[in-house]
Protein backbone atom coordinates (compact mmCIF):
# COMPACT_ATOMS: atom_id res chain seq x y z
CA UNK A 1 0.00 0.00 0.00
CA UNK A 2 1.15 3.38 -1.30
CA UNK A 3 2.23 5.45 1.94
CA UNK A 4 3.15 9.11 1.49
CA UNK A 5 5.03 10.44 3.92
CA UNK A 6 6.10 14.83 4.44
CA UNK A 7 8.92 15.70 7.17
CA UNK A 8 8.09 18.33 8.59
CA UNK A 9 5.07 18.26 9.51
CA UNK A 10 5.34 22.28 10.00
CA UNK A 11 8.12 25.18 9.32
CA UNK A 12 8.93 28.36 10.46
CA UNK A 13 11.67 30.59 8.15
CA UNK A 14 12.50 33.98 8.09
CA UNK A 15 11.31 36.05 4.93
CA UNK A 16 14.12 35.89 2.40
CA UNK A 17 15.17 32.20 3.16
CA UNK A 18 15.26 29.36 0.61
CA UNK A 19 14.03 26.26 2.09
CA UNK A 20 13.16 22.42 0.91
CA UNK A 21 10.08 20.68 1.78
CA UNK A 22 10.14 17.05 1.70
CA UNK A 23 8.00 14.24 0.29
CA UNK A 24 8.53 10.75 0.39
CA UNK A 25 6.61 7.63 -0.76
CA UNK A 26 6.82 3.81 -0.39
CA UNK A 27 5.87 2.51 -3.54
CA UNK A 28 8.10 4.21 -6.83
CA UNK A 29 5.34 2.72 -9.21
CA UNK A 30 3.94 6.20 -9.92
CA UNK A 31 2.56 7.90 -12.96
CA UNK A 32 3.25 11.49 -11.91
CA UNK A 33 3.55 13.80 -8.60
CA UNK A 34 1.55 16.47 -7.46
CA UNK A 35 2.57 19.43 -4.99
CA UNK A 36 -0.40 21.56 -4.21
CA UNK A 37 -0.76 24.72 -1.87
CA UNK A 38 -3.73 25.34 0.76
CA UNK A 39 -4.18 27.88 2.56
CA UNK A 40 -6.41 27.66 5.91
CA UNK A 41 -10.17 27.57 4.77
CA UNK A 42 -9.54 26.94 1.08
CA UNK A 43 -9.48 24.78 -1.63
CA UNK A 44 -6.12 23.12 -2.93
CA UNK A 45 -4.25 25.38 -5.71
CA UNK A 46 -1.82 22.69 -8.07
CA UNK A 47 1.42 24.02 -7.99
CA UNK A 48 3.32 21.80 -9.91
CA UNK A 49 2.92 18.50 -12.04
CA UNK A 50 6.01 15.69 -12.53
CA UNK A 51 5.26 12.87 -14.36
CA UNK A 52 7.45 9.69 -13.56
CA UNK A 53 9.68 10.39 -16.64
CA UNK A 54 10.86 13.97 -15.71
CA UNK A 55 13.55 14.87 -12.94
CA UNK A 56 12.26 18.44 -11.98
CA UNK A 57 9.77 21.65 -12.77
CA UNK A 58 9.87 24.82 -12.14
CA UNK A 59 7.62 27.23 -11.94
CA UNK A 60 9.02 30.73 -10.86
CA UNK A 61 10.34 30.52 -7.44
CA UNK A 62 9.22 27.26 -6.99
CA UNK A 63 11.26 24.45 -8.38
CA UNK A 64 10.14 20.39 -7.88
CA UNK A 65 12.45 17.44 -7.86
CA UNK A 66 11.01 13.86 -8.29
CA UNK A 67 13.55 10.66 -7.77
CA UNK A 68 11.23 7.98 -8.27
CA UNK A 69 13.78 5.74 -7.36
CA UNK A 70 14.80 6.21 -4.64
CA UNK A 71 10.78 7.41 -3.61
CA UNK A 72 11.35 11.02 -2.78
CA UNK A 73 10.38 14.43 -3.70
CA UNK A 74 11.35 18.03 -2.96
CA UNK A 75 10.10 21.32 -3.37
CA UNK A 76 12.31 24.24 -3.22
CA UNK A 77 11.19 27.72 -2.75
CA UNK A 78 13.39 30.59 -3.20
CA UNK A 79 13.64 33.87 -1.36
CA UNK A 80 10.46 32.51 0.82
CA UNK A 81 7.90 35.54 0.79
CA UNK A 82 5.34 35.92 3.81
CA UNK A 83 2.50 35.52 0.80
CA UNK A 84 4.13 31.78 1.21
CA UNK A 85 2.56 30.91 4.39
CA UNK A 86 0.33 27.70 3.77
CA UNK A 87 0.27 24.11 3.86
CA UNK A 88 1.99 22.35 1.47
CA UNK A 89 0.81 18.97 -0.07
CA UNK A 90 2.02 16.34 -2.60
CA UNK A 91 0.35 14.02 -3.89
CA UNK A 92 0.94 10.50 -5.96
CA UNK A 93 -0.75 9.53 -8.78
CA UNK A 94 -0.33 5.64 -8.77
CA UNK A 95 0.40 3.70 -12.12
CA UNK A 96 -2.66 1.27 -11.81
CA UNK A 97 -3.61 0.47 -15.48
CA UNK A 98 -4.51 3.70 -15.83
CA UNK A 99 -6.65 4.21 -12.84
CA UNK A 100 -6.88 7.77 -12.43
CA UNK A 101 -8.91 7.58 -8.61
CA UNK A 102 -5.65 6.82 -6.85
CA UNK A 103 -4.05 9.92 -6.36
CA UNK A 104 -2.32 9.29 -2.67
CA UNK A 105 -1.89 12.36 -0.79
CA UNK A 106 0.74 13.03 1.86
CA UNK A 107 -0.35 15.38 5.23
CA UNK A 108 1.72 18.45 3.67
CA UNK A 109 3.78 20.68 5.70
CA UNK A 110 2.45 23.99 7.61
CA UNK A 111 5.11 26.99 6.02
CA UNK A 112 5.18 30.18 7.99
CA UNK A 113 7.05 32.83 6.59
CA UNK A 114 8.10 35.33 9.13
CA UNK A 115 8.48 39.01 7.82
CA UNK B 1 -13.82 29.46 -16.16
CA UNK B 2 -14.84 29.78 -12.43
CA UNK B 3 -13.22 26.72 -11.33
CA UNK B 4 -14.56 24.10 -9.44
CA UNK B 5 -17.70 25.41 -7.57
CA UNK B 6 -18.94 23.57 -4.10
CA UNK B 7 -21.74 24.75 -1.67
CA UNK B 8 -22.56 25.24 0.58
CA UNK B 9 -19.05 26.57 1.94
CA UNK B 10 -20.02 26.09 5.70
CA UNK B 11 -22.82 23.74 7.17
CA UNK B 12 -23.78 23.14 10.23
CA UNK B 13 -26.31 20.40 11.37
CA UNK B 14 -27.70 18.42 14.11
CA UNK B 15 -26.81 14.62 14.41
CA UNK B 16 -29.07 12.34 12.33
CA UNK B 17 -29.87 15.07 9.99
CA UNK B 18 -29.64 14.28 6.00
CA UNK B 19 -26.96 16.38 4.51
CA UNK B 20 -26.27 17.11 1.04
CA UNK B 21 -23.05 18.59 -0.22
CA UNK B 22 -22.72 20.03 -3.85
CA UNK B 23 -20.24 20.48 -6.96
CA UNK B 24 -20.25 22.12 -10.29
CA UNK B 25 -17.02 20.72 -12.12
CA UNK B 26 -15.04 22.95 -14.63
CA UNK B 27 -16.86 22.68 -17.54
CA UNK B 28 -15.37 19.92 -19.78
CA UNK B 29 -14.22 18.03 -17.19
CA UNK B 30 -14.66 14.35 -17.59
CA UNK B 31 -13.80 12.96 -14.02
CA UNK B 32 -14.97 14.63 -11.06
CA UNK B 33 -13.70 13.56 -7.48
CA UNK B 34 -14.91 13.34 -3.92
CA UNK B 35 -12.47 13.66 -1.41
CA UNK B 36 -12.64 14.34 2.68
CA UNK B 37 -9.92 16.44 4.89
CA UNK B 38 -10.14 15.67 8.60
CA UNK B 39 -6.59 16.01 11.24
CA UNK B 40 -6.26 12.70 11.74
CA UNK B 41 -6.19 11.45 8.22
CA UNK B 42 -5.27 14.28 6.08
CA UNK B 43 -7.04 13.74 2.76
CA UNK B 44 -9.10 10.81 1.44
CA UNK B 45 -11.20 9.89 -1.74
CA UNK B 46 -14.36 9.03 -1.35
CA UNK B 47 -15.65 8.53 -4.31
CA UNK B 48 -14.80 9.17 -8.23
CA UNK B 49 -17.04 9.32 -11.20
CA UNK B 50 -15.85 9.23 -15.41
CA UNK B 51 -18.30 10.71 -17.31
CA UNK B 52 -20.62 10.74 -14.71
CA UNK B 53 -20.40 7.15 -13.96
CA UNK B 54 -19.30 6.09 -10.44
CA UNK B 55 -15.81 4.32 -10.94
CA UNK B 56 -14.54 3.49 -7.60
CA UNK B 57 -16.30 4.26 -4.50
CA UNK B 58 -14.20 2.06 -2.46
CA UNK B 59 -13.39 5.13 0.33
CA UNK B 60 -17.10 5.87 0.89
CA UNK B 61 -16.96 5.17 4.54
CA UNK B 62 -20.53 3.57 5.21
CA UNK B 63 -23.50 2.99 3.59
CA UNK B 64 -25.20 6.35 5.13
CA UNK B 65 -22.76 7.80 2.16
CA UNK B 66 -23.97 8.35 -1.52
CA UNK B 67 -22.77 10.31 -4.29
CA UNK B 68 -24.73 11.08 -7.51
CA UNK B 69 -23.49 12.73 -10.66
CA UNK B 70 -27.24 13.48 -12.91
CA UNK B 71 -25.21 15.38 -15.41
CA UNK B 72 -21.88 16.61 -16.45
CA UNK B 73 -22.36 19.47 -14.74
CA UNK B 74 -23.48 18.58 -11.25
CA UNK B 75 -22.78 16.12 -8.37
CA UNK B 76 -23.85 15.25 -5.00
CA UNK B 77 -22.40 13.95 -2.12
CA UNK B 78 -25.21 12.71 0.55
CA UNK B 79 -24.99 11.39 4.15
CA UNK B 80 -27.87 10.12 6.17
CA UNK B 81 -28.03 9.87 9.00
CA UNK B 82 -25.23 12.48 9.72
CA UNK B 83 -23.22 11.48 12.74
CA UNK B 84 -20.58 13.88 14.75
CA UNK B 85 -17.40 11.93 13.19
CA UNK B 86 -18.54 13.17 9.63
CA UNK B 87 -17.39 16.48 10.77
CA UNK B 88 -14.49 17.11 8.09
CA UNK B 89 -14.07 19.48 5.05
CA UNK B 90 -15.53 17.68 2.09
CA UNK B 91 -13.66 18.36 -1.27
CA UNK B 92 -14.55 18.19 -5.13
CA UNK B 93 -12.33 18.16 -7.68
CA UNK B 94 -12.32 17.47 -11.89
CA UNK B 95 -9.74 17.09 -13.95
CA UNK B 96 -9.44 16.49 -17.79
CA UNK B 97 -7.79 13.26 -19.64
CA UNK B 98 -5.53 15.50 -21.91
CA UNK B 99 -2.75 14.00 -23.40
CA UNK B 100 -0.89 12.69 -20.58
CA UNK B 101 -1.51 15.28 -17.70
CA UNK B 102 -4.11 14.29 -15.43
CA UNK B 103 -3.69 17.65 -13.55
CA UNK B 104 -6.29 17.81 -11.02
CA UNK B 105 -8.49 20.83 -9.93
CA UNK B 106 -10.06 21.20 -6.56
CA UNK B 107 -12.85 23.07 -4.94
CA UNK B 108 -12.72 25.67 -2.02
CA UNK B 109 -14.35 22.86 -0.38
CA UNK B 110 -17.66 22.60 2.67
CA UNK B 111 -17.13 22.36 6.07
CA UNK B 112 -19.30 20.36 7.45
CA UNK B 113 -19.94 20.45 11.40
CA UNK B 114 -22.19 18.19 12.61
CA UNK B 115 -23.64 18.76 16.07
Redesign the interface.
Known amino acids: KQEVTQIPAALSVPEGENLVLNCSFTDSAIYNLQWFRQDPGKGLTSLLLIQSSQREQTSGRLNASLDKSSGRSTLYIAASQPGDSATYLCAVRMNYGGSQGNLIFGKGTKLSVKP | DAG?IQSPRHEVTEMGQEVTLRCKPISGHD?L?WYRQTMMR??E?LI?F?NNVP??DSGMPEDRFSAKMPNASFSTLKIQPSEPRDSAVY?C?S?L?LG??????????T?LTVT
Open positions: VYFGLLYNIDFASVTNYERYFGPGR
